[in-house]
């Protein structure tokens, strides 16, 4: 099972900025919190492998949950953050401001995104697979973990689910949530969304 967990409430989160890849935007008192106690909700799922993405936040989750674990954890830039290009560091009313709904552009895969020197939705897609590929070849059945961000874990639902740009833009993943997913021969069901008290899907 591929387990995708979203970093604990960073400084980004509360202050309403598009932060994308900067440095300088750690977890908060909060996010801190947050990943300890998912921490524990992680301790019957036996993970054999801890994946980060190296964004600060990312890394801190994937720090505090590996150490619970008594696992060592392995940086990988497919699980970075979508990089922002010009929004790096702009407030979100800023960026509505002058863009409009980036946001949903970024979804629909307007011309607007890379013409910013923002990442593309396929983009993400394609490096995101390409984790769960490599680590579906390398682990098999087991039960890897992978410390990301809101976009990378929406990619894969949307890979899964074939969603529409505004079922995408609507879908929130909640900080410190797990997002699960179970292959089953070739295909990939979900398991849960933005879950956080695991019991319930350790059953048959």
């Known amino acids: 099972m591929f387990l995708f967990l979203r970093h604990?409430?960073?400084?980004?989160?509360?202050?309403?900025?598009?932060?994308g890849r900067t440095a300088g935007y750690p977890l908060t008192d909060l996010g801190i919190k947050q990943a300890k106690n998912i921490a524990d909700f992680l301790t019957p799922f036996n993970i054999s492998a801890i994946y980060s993405s190296p964004v600060e936040r990312a890394d801190q989750t994937a720090s505090i949950v590996a150490k619970k674990l008594g696992l060592e954890y392995n940086i990988d830039e497919r699980l970075t953050e979508i990089e922002m290009g010009v929004l790096s560091g702009m407030s979100y009313d800023e960026m509505f401001t002058k863009h409009g709904n980036i946001f949903l552009?970024?979804?629909e895969g307007h011309a607007v995104i890379e013409k910013n020197g923002i990442e593309t939705f396929a983009s993400i897609k394609k490096r995101v697979i390409d984790m769960v590929k490599h680590c579906s070849q390398k682990y098999n059945d087991k039960n890897i973990l992978l410390v990301t961000h809101m976009d990378p874990i929406k990619s894969m639902l949307s890979t899964v689910m074939q969603l529409k740009p505004e079922s995408l833009y609507k879908l929130i993943i909640q900080n410190a949530s797990l997002t699960m997913f179970k292959k089953e021969q070739s295909n990939f069901s979900i398991v849960s969304i933005n879950s956080m008290c695991p019991e319930r899907y350790l059953q048959e």
Not at 8 to 19: F, R, S, T, W
């Open 8 to 19: 604990g409430q960073a400084k980004n989160n509360v202050e309403h900025i598009l932060a």
């Open 105 to 107: 552009k970024f979804y």
